[in-house]
């Protein structure tokens, strides 16, 4: 890494981090900014990645996606609460956790099964690494055993998927969810989150927030929790749920607006920037 001349981080502190071990264990001068490495200095700093925004909300106004985003909600009974979570099956993204703390919603009778349906899709990785493989099995258990104890025929309280989504298919749930919920233990950014936000073009939508993704930094005005904190967890799911519309669209404009001035281009600028003081190389982006 530091033979590069610019490295970049998701979060400032992660620049932090490094200059500290860079410091301690080469015994090196370091700062947040530089670090001097024999006749060299490598700069470092944050730069959080995003999205093509423009790209993701075209996509969610496209008829077929608008189609499929009604086709879902129908599919799933005309909920008047739809809660989606979309991860990979990491460890880090913390499924057990909100697994736990929305069972024990329903269990305490603050969510009815009939009114209200969770829809977890987990995208497969590292399928061969068998600590990935026991933690697929804890998961799908612990779907199962929510399902056998709080669902009825037709209606379960989880609907699993396992499998891969395409862009418009993610696009289309994007529309259809009520609440949103991505709540990692530990997350560089989690670009799922900002997807959210870009797919909804009408304004609506809640977004449940882990304070430890780097997202968190940027979408200030997303319902943010601890999900360590179980009880916490479990209150900001029914603030969202419970949510006056006003509020839910005055949070969603803002965190929209905020990333239409931070999507990938924005991104990619800064970085070229930095790296380039000229201006020419973030020029060239530009005009290619």
Known sequence: MLGADLVGFQRAQAAHNFAQLCAKVLNVPATDRRIAVEDRVVRIGAFPVSIDMAEMEQLARRPDVVARARQFRADLGEPQHMILSVDRMDYTKGIEHR???????????????????????????????????????????????????????????????????????????????????????????????????????DNGGALVLSEFAGAAAELTQAYLVNPHDLDGLKLTLMHAKEAAPSDVTARMTAMRDHLRGHDIQAWARSYLTALDHTGSLAARLTTD
């Open 99 to 201: 697994l736990k703390a929305y069972s024990e919603l329903i269990a305490d009778g603050h969510i009815k099964v009939r009114d209200t349906v969770m829809v977890q899709v987990v995208v497969p990785a590292r399928e061969r690494v068998e600590q990935y493989q026991v933690l697929r099995d804890r998961v799908e258990h612990k779907v199962g055993r929510i399902n056998g104890e709080f669902g009825r025929v037709g209606e379960p309280a989880i609907h699993y998927l396992n499998q891969p989504f395409d862009r418009a298919e993610l696009a289309a749930l994007y529309r259809a969810a009520d609440i949103m919920v991505v709540t990692p233990l530990r997350d560089g950014m989690n670009l799922v989150a900002k997807e959210y936000v870009a797919a909804r073009v």
